[in-house]
C-alpha cells in the first residue's frame, strides 16, 4: 500500500463538482505540504493546489483559482480538493503528493493517481 491513496474521481458534465480524497499517515500530513497536480493526456504535469498542514496556507494554480479549493482533516490525515464548474479540460489524472515544497520536482511522495473526466 502506497504512503498516499486518491479517491474520488470519475465521470462528471461540465459545469458539476467533484470532490477528490488524499489519505496518508500521520507522519506525512504534519510534516509535508500535500500537494495536488494534474496530468491530462499529451500535457505536462501541471501543479492544481497546495497546502500547508501545519499553518492551513493554501495555493492554487492559475487555471483553477476560484474554482477548487483544498482543505485538510487533521482527524483523518487527509486533504480534499473540492472541484466545482468543471471544465471538459479539467479532465486529467489527478495525482496527490507529500514534500517540503509545492513544486513537481519537491514531492518525495506520490500517490497512484485517480482519473476525472468532465464530458461537454
Known amino acids: 500500500q502506497g504512503q498516499l491513496e486518491e479517491s474520488g474521481g470519475g465521470w462528471v458534465q461540465a459545469g458539476g463538482l467533484l470532490r477528490l480524497s488524499c489519505t496518508t499517515n500521520?507522519?506525512?500530513?504534519?510534516?509535508?505540504?500535500i500537494v495536488w497536480f494534474r496530468e491530462a493526456q499529451g500535457k505536462e504535469l501541471e501543479g492544481v493546489s497546495c497546502?500547508?498542514?501545519?499553518?492551513?496556507?493554501?495555493s492554487y494554480g492559475d487555471s483553477v483559482k476560484g474554482r477548487f479549493t483544498t482543505s485538510a482533516d487533521s482527524a483523518k490525515s487527509t486533504v480534499y480538493l473540492q472541484m466545482r464548474s468543471l471544465k471538459p479540460e479539467d479532465s486529467a489524472v489527478y495525482y496527490c503528493?507529500?514534500?517540503?515544497?509545492?513544486?513537481?520536482?519537491?514531492?518525495?511522495?506520490w500517490g497512484q493517481g485517480t482519473q476525472v473526466t468532465v464530458s461537454s
Open positions: 503528493g507529500a514534500g517540503h515544497s509545492c513544486d513537481v520536482t519537491g514531492q518525495s511522495y
Open positions: 500521520d507522519f506525512i500530513y504534519d510534516y509535508y505540504n
Open positions: 497546502i500547508n498542514t501545519s499553518n492551513g496556507f493554501t
